[in-house]
């Protein structure tokens, strides 16, 4: 598997963000792995189209792992072999981590921390019967009581996964509070197969700094690539070249921002593209002393010439 990610940066999975078109701008950068949003494995079995999409990746996007969820090895299973028949990806991962009231209280997601048999019985039904390498991402535990990732991913291990990225908060936490490295370093000292740590990296030096600390294998990094793709830059040319962070210029910044919105409007044509791209908009000019006045208007765009005429405002401010 460390041969899929040589710069040793994962993306991790965030539903509704880290969509084909925003995957296909990071590859763009050097991305060498990607995950998709969480799929469920329902959905895929019973023939949910707008489920079955999440599944779809540019050419570019590979090495890839699908992410499914559910709670049944049956319908995991089935699911599984639907996306190795019908799309490209190259590891399958089951969401062990996800603490969202829905998805927790159907016994999916971070709930399967709570239940290592079934758990287990859902990797392992899924090695036996499908091709690709499964990987599970999963958290520190359901609670700061029951923080049981050590004993839980080695039983994920036994039972055939070749990767665990860990998340170091419990499900309680949601998002809240630090991500605990201390817990990732507990689960790479028990585990033979890679450990990936996740959790609050935003720059290159904080997850070489993660990665001399704790010991763990590569670094999976969500939140700070969302208006930041040229993060996953910075990996690459350190690793690839040896070269330092490079700040990207407001130039290249909104060259990125038009190529995303460009991937956007293939995929979905330019209204949809206009209304998913206004979050990402926001993201790209969190940081620009200016950015301010532009926030309302990229918020509410509707088009690509709305989108141009604010780039090119944006442009025109002298930094
Ligand atoms: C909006 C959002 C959506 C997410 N969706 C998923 C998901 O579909 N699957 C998953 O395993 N994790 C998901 N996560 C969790 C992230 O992959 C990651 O574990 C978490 O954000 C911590 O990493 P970070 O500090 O680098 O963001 C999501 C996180 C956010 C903020």
Same mark, same amino acid.
């Given at each position: 598997?460390?041969?899929?990610?040589?710069?040793?940066?994962?993306l991790? *999975?965030?539903?509704?963000?880290?969509?084909?078109?925003?995957?296909?701008?990071?590859?763009?950068?050097?991305?060498?792995?990607?995950?998709?949003?969480?799929?469920?494995?329902?959905?895929?079995?019973?023939?949910?189209?707008r489920?079955?999409?999440?599944?779809?990746?540019?050419?570019?996007?590979?090495?890839?792992?699908?992410?499914?969820?559910?709670?049944? *090895?049956?319908?995991?299973?089935?699911?599984?072999?639907?996306?190795?028949?019908?799309?490209?990806?190259?590891v399958?991962?089951?969401?062990?981590?996800?603490?969202?009231?829905?998805?927790?209280?159907?016994?999916?997601?971070?709930?399967?921390?709570?239940?290592?048999?079934?758990?287990?019985?859902?990797?392992?039904?899924?090695?036996?019967?499908?091709?690709? *390498?499964?990987?599970?991402k999963?958290?520190?535990?359901?609670?700061?009581?029951?923080?049981?990732?050590?004993?839980?991913?080695?039983?994920?291990e036994?039972?055939?996964?070749?990767?665990?990225?860990?998340?170091?908060?419990?499900?309680?936490?949601?998002?809240?509070?630090?991500?605990?490295?201390?817990d990732?370093?507990?689960?790479?000292?028990?585990?033979?197969? *890679?450990?990936?740590?996740?959790?609050?990296?935003?720059?290159?030096?904080?997850?070489?700094?993660?990665?001399?600390?704790?010991?763990?294998?590569?670094?999976?990094?969500?939140?700070?690539?969302r208006?930041?793709?040229?993060?996953?830059?910075?990996?690459?040319?350190?690793?690839?070249?040896?070269?330092?962070?490079?700040?990207?210029?407001?130039?290249e910044?909104?060259?990125a921002?038009?190529?995303?919105?460009?991937?956007?409007?293939?995929?979905?044509?330019?209204?949809?593209?206009?209304?998913?791209?206004?979050?990402?908009?926001?993201?790209?000019?969190?940081?620009f002393?200016?950015?301010?006045?532009?926030?309302?208007?990229?918020?509410?765009?509707?088009?690509?010439?709305?989108?141009?005429?604010?780039?090119?405002?944006?442009?025109?401010?002298?930094?």
């Amino acid at each position: 598997m460390l041969d899929l990610f040589p710069s040793k940066l994962l993306l991790g *999975p965030m539903a509704g963000v880290t969509d084909y078109a925003f995957r296909r701008l990071l590859r763009e950068m050097g991305l060498e792995y990607s995950v998709s949003e969480m799929i469920s494995a329902k959905g895929i079995c019973y023939g949910n189209e707008r489920t079955i999409d999440y599944a779809k990746s540019h050419e570019s996007d590979h090495p890839l792992a699908l992410q499914i969820f559910g709670s049944d *090895p049956d319908y995991m299973v089935r699911a599984a072999l639907y996306l190795e028949k019908n799309y490209q990806y190259e590891v399958l991962d089951i969401n062990m981590g996800c603490p969202v009231k829905k998805i927790f209280k159907n016994g999916e997601g971070s709930a399967l921390m709570k239940n290592e048999k079934l758990a287990m019985e859902i990797v392992a039904s899924l090695v036996e019967h499908t091709s690709k *390498p499964v990987s599970v991402k999963i958290r520190t535990g359901i609670s700061e009581e029951n923080k049981n990732a050590v004993r839980f991913a080695r039983a994920m291990e036994r039972a055939g996964a070749s990767m665990v990225v860990v998340h170091g908060r419990t499900t309680q936490q949601m998002y809240s509070g630090r991500a605990n490295w201390e817990d990732i370093a507990r689960v790479k000292e028990a585990l033979q197969i *890679p450990v990936i740590g996740n959790g609050d990296i935003s720059s290159l030096q904080e997850g070489l700094e993660k990665m001399r600390s704790y010991q763990v294998d590569a670094v999976m990094v969500a939140r700070a690539l969302r208006g930041n793709p040229f993060l996953v830059r910075d990996y690459k040319n350190y690793f690839e070249k040896g070269l330092e962070p490079l700040k990207p210029s407001m130039k290249e910044v909104v060259d990125a921002m038009r190529l995303h919105f460009s991937y956007l409007v293939e995929e979905m044509g330019e209204v949809y593209a206009a209304s998913a791209f206004r979050k990402h908009g926001l993201w790209y000019v969190r940081d620009f002393a200016g950015s301010a006045k532009f926030r309302d208007r990229l918020s509410n765009i509707k088009s690509g010439q709305d989108l141009d005429d604010i780039l090119s405002a944006i442009l025109d401010i002298d930094y």
